[in-house]
């Protein structure tokens, strides 16, 4: 058997050998954000059970508000910027890490000034994120009012 260990070289935050996707493929509710896979997506990772990804949003973009069952780990590599992480606000800098538990409201956003890029950690399987369909939903998801502002969808 072929040893499939590696090193997927960067540019800077990008890799040459990796496709740059589209943040996701449908909806409205983000703003200038793309994606590369790093590992765990390609069939000579198999043996992975999580996928490394990096996620990089242009200056004034933002994520998707969203929540799920799956936790994933989260490093902010590039940048500054701030999150809804349940019913708060979070500044986030270079080297933060975030820990994002199952069923947490989320949205990242690079308002600081500057494009924000990060590192995130899933699971290779996983459940499909929930978005909130109305304002009425996103204000049993986010009850504070103030933290509610932030959130864009």
Known sequence: MKNPSKIIRSQGFTWPDLERKEYKSTGTGF?????????????DE?????QTRYFEIGEGGYSSLERHRHPH???????????????????????DTVYIAPET??????????PMGFLCVVDRYRDRPETPGSKEELAA????????KKARM
Do not use: C, Y
């Not at 780990?73 to 080297?95: A, H």
């Not at 998801?141 to 509610?148: G, K, L, N, Q, S």
């Open 31 to 43: 703003r200038d954000i793309t994606r590369h896979v790093l590992l765990g997506e390609r069939e």
């Open 46 to 50: 198999s043996g992975l059970n999580m």
């Open 73 to 95: 780990t989260v490093v902010i590599v590039k940048g500054r910027g701030s999150m809804i992480l349940g019913d708060r606000v979070e500044e986030l800098e270079n080297m």
């Open 105 to 114: 409201v989320h949205q990242f956003h690079a308002d600081k000034g500057g």
């Open 141 to 148: 998801w986010i009850p504070d009012p103030d933290v509610r």
